[in-house]
T-cell receptor, first 115, second 111 residues
Framework: GAGVSQSPSNKVTEKGKDVELRCDPI?????LYWYRQRLGQGLEFLIY????????KSGLPSDRFSAERTGESVSTLTIQRTQQEDSAVYLC?????????????FGSGTRLTVV | GEDVEQSLFLSVREGDSSVINCTYT??????LYWYKQEPGAGLQLLTY?????DMKQDQRLTVLLNKKDKHLSLRIADTQTGDSAIYFC???????????FGKGTMLLVSP
């Protein structure tokens, strides 16, 4: 597609439920990133996928968080047993890894509210 | 670990210049980026600078890099109300793909 697409754009869930967030990167972008943006905070790195390499999961805050990506296509971020502190905007970005500079292209994010 | 710091808020009048500042700690940073986030939207890449440069200009935007002081600034000339947004500074280290972001500076432009 023309840009990074994320769905849903908004999600309200009850505490304790599982949620799944989806990211569809730009075609041909080999790298995909998930970040979390809490209200009034900067972007917090969660996880990074590069091609078929093992993902960098160093930013995942707890074992309730997991993410998958098949090849260079869609990624899903799953949060199990959601807590109120999980409320945030979850941003996905993709980049084309060749070339001297590879800034990210971000999606519009999924705003998650845990009530 | 790396750290990126920004002032949180800047208010200017339409037509004035805006200068948004950023400091970073990691001297091995190679690329430094400025992103813009409008309400309800994702982050949009505005410009970037390579660490062997000290200045880059792109239309109304001027990026200045003082590598000795690890200080980066973004100057917006003739600021417009449409420039009101949150501006994020980010850095990337040699050999790494992930970016480290500051907390963002909210720019408010009044008519």
């Amino acid at each position: 597609g023309a840009g990074v697409s994320q769905s849903p754009s908004n999600k309200v869930t009850e505490k304790g439920k599982d949620v799944e967030l989806r990211c569809d990167p730009i075609s041909g972008h080999t790298a995909l990133y998930w970040y979390r943006q809490r209200l009034g905070q900067g972007l917090e790195f969660l996880i990074y996928f590069q091609g078929n390499s093992a993902p960098d999961k160093s930013g995942l805050p707890s074992d309730r968080f997991s993410a998958e990506r098949t090849g260079e296509s869609v990624s899903t971020l799953t949060i199990q047993r959601t807590q109120q502190e999980d409320s945030a905007v979850y941003l996905c970005a993709s980049s084309f890894m060749q070339g001297a500079n590879y800034g990210y292209t971000f999606g519009s994010g999924t705003r998650l509210t845990v009530v | 670990g790396e750290d990126v710091e920004q002032s949180l808020f800047l208010s200017v009048r339409e037509g004035d210049s805006s200068v948004i500042n950023c400091t970073y700690t990691d001297s091995s940073s190679t690329y430094l980026y400025w992103y813009k986030q409008e309400p309800g939207a994702g982050l949009q890449l505005l410009t970037y600078i390579f660490s062997n440069m000290d200045m880059k200009q792109d239309q109304r935007l001027t990026v200045l890099l003082n590598k000795k002081d690890k200080h980066l600034s973004l100057r917006i000339a003739d600021t417009q109300t449409g420039d009101s947004a949150i501006y994020f500074c980010a850095e990337r280290q040699v050999g790494y793909s992930t970016l480290t972001f500051g907390k963002g500076t909210m720019l408010l432009v009044s008519p």
